[in-house]
C-alpha cells in the first residue's frame, strides 16, 4: 500500500485505518502527521480552542482498576471545592477570555451532588452573561439529569468510552451494574438526544489492546456520531489494581506516546470535522506532548485551573504534569506552546465542534 495514496483516499477502511496505525518510520510518521494537520487547517483552521479545566471533587463512587482516584484508593486525600472556588475560577477563566470551561469530578449521582452542580451552571451562566460555554465531564447520570443540567446552559458533555472493545473494557472495570458497558453506551445516546455536543475518548496502550481495536475504537465514534474527542495515552497508577507496580519503561512509553500521536492523526483524517482534544496524559510522558498532539491534528487543549491546593489530589495517573503550577503560570506557558506550533488560540471563543452543526444543517 503506498502511504500517499491511502492519506488522499475518500473514504478510509478499517485495513486503511491499521496500516496508517502501524506506521514506524520517522519519514512515514512525518507524513501522515502533515496530512492530519491539513485536515484540521481545512476543516477548523490552524486554531486552537481553550477550556479551562476545573477538577472540582475526587470523590467517586466508582472503582475502576486504572483509576488513582477510584472510590477504594484509602491513599488519596479526598477534597471537594466549595462553591465560592469554583465561581472563583470560572470567573477567572471569563475574565482571562478562556472561552469555555470544562467541570470535571469523580462520579457521584446524589442529590446534594446534582444540586452542587446546578447552582454552579447557574452562576457561571449569570457571572458571565451566558458568555462562557461549558463542557461537563461527569460521568453516568440519569436522562433527568443530563436534561436538568442541558437546560441549565452546559452544551458539551464529555464521556469517555475508554475502549470500545467490551472485552477490554470488562477488565478496566469491575463487573457490576455500576460498571456496565451497555449503560455507557446507552448514556452517550442519551446526550446526544437531549441535544449536546457528544464527546467521548479511549485509552490507548492498554495491556492487551492491539492495533484493530484502536481502529475500531475510530469506527465507534463515526458509528456514535461524536463531535468531540478526548483521548490519550494509559498512563498506570500506584495504587491501582491495574497499576500496581507497573512503572512503564522509557521505552514503554515512548511506544504509548507515539501511538497516541498516531490515534488523533488518524481520528482527524478520517473523521474531519470533530474536535480533539491534545490530553495533558501526552504532557505526562514527553514535555512537548501537547505541542505536538496539536501538529498532529488536536485543537482543543483544557488548561487545568483547579485551585492550587487541591491540584496534587486529583491524580487520575502518574507524573500528572502542572500540579505545581498556578492558572497564570498555564496560561502563559501554554500560549507559547501553541504559537510554537503555528496556531492560534482563539480567545472568547466557544469553539464548538464543527460536526454537530453539520448535522443541524
Ligand atoms: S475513571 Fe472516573 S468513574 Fe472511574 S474511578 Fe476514576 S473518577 Fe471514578
Not at 42 to 65: A, D, M, P, Q, W
Not at 321 to 344: F, H, Q, W, Y
Request: charged residues 30%.
Amino acid at each position: 500500500m503506498k502511504l500517499e495514496t491511502v492519506l488522499l483516499k475518500e473514504k478510509l477502511n478499517r485495513n486503511d485505518l491499521t496500516y496508517l496505525l502501524n506506521l514506524e518510520k520517522e519519514e512515514e510518521l512525518e507524513k501522515l502527521f502533515a496530512r492530519a494537520y491539513e485536515v484540521k487547517s481545512e476543516y477548523i483552521g490552524k486554531k486552537v480552542y481553550y477550556r479551562g479545566l476545573i477538577e472540582f471533587s475526587n470523590k467517586c463512587i466508582k472503582n475502576c482498576f486504572y483509576c488513582g482516584i477510584r472510590r477504594d484508593n484509602g491513599e488519596v486525600e479526598r477534597f471537594d471545592m466549595t462553591e465560592e472556588q469554583v465561581i472563583e475560577q470560572a470567573k477567572w477563566a471569563y475574565e482571562n477570555n478562556y472561552g469555555s470551561l470544562a467541570l470535571q469530578s469523580g462520579e457521584r449521582q446524589d442529590a446534594d451532588y446534582i444540586q452542587f452542580v446546578d447552582n454552579i451552571l447557574e452562576k457561571v451562566k449569570e457571572l458571565s452573561g451566558g458568555k462562557l460555554g461549558i463542557t461537563l465531564s461527569l460521568g453516568e447520570q440519569s436522562y433527568e439529569t443530563y436534561k436538568r443540567w442541558y437546560d441549565l446552559g452546559a452544551h458539551r458533555y464529555l464521556l469517555r468510552i475508554e475502549s470500545s472493545n467490551k472485552d477490554i473494557y470488562s477488565k478496566l472495570h469491575p463487573e457490576d451494574e455500576l460498571h456496565s458497558f451497555e449503560k455507557r453506551v446507552e448514556c452517550l445516546k442519551m446526550l446526544k438526544e437531549i441535544g449536546y455536543q457528544v464527546g467521548t475518548g479511549v485509552m490507548i496502550g492498554l495491556p492487551g489492546q492491539t492495533v484493530e481495536d484502536l481502529a475500531d475504537d475510530i469506527l465507534f465514534y463515526e458509528k456514535m456520531d461524536i463531535d468531540m474527542i478526548g483521548m490519550g495515552p494509559y498512563i498506570p497508577h500506584d495504587d491501582t489494581p491495574m497499576g500496581r507496580g507497573i512503572a512503564d519503561s522509557k521505552e514503554e512509553s515512548d511506544r504509548k506516546f507515539k501511538l497516541g500521536l498516531k490515534m488523533i492523526a488518524v481520528a482527524r483524517i478520517y473523521l474531519k470535522d470533530v474536535n480533539i482534544a491534545a490530553t495533558t496524559a501526552l504532557q505526562a510522558i514527553n514535555p512537548l506532548g501537547r505541542e505536538k498532539g496539536l501538529k498532529a491534528g488536536a485543537n482543543i487543549l483544557m488548561p487545568i485551573i483547579t485551585v492550587d491546593e487541591h491540584r496534587a489530589k486529583y491524580q487520575l495517573y502518574n507524573n500528572k504534569p502542572c500540579i505545581d503550577d498556578n492558572a497564570d503560570k498555564c496560561k502563559n506557558c501554554l500560549a507559547g506552546r501553541v504559537t510554537s506550533v503555528g496556531d492560534e488560540i482563539m480567545y472568547g471563543e466557544w469553539g464548538d465542534s464543527p460536526h454537530y452543526y453539520k448535522k443541524k444543517g
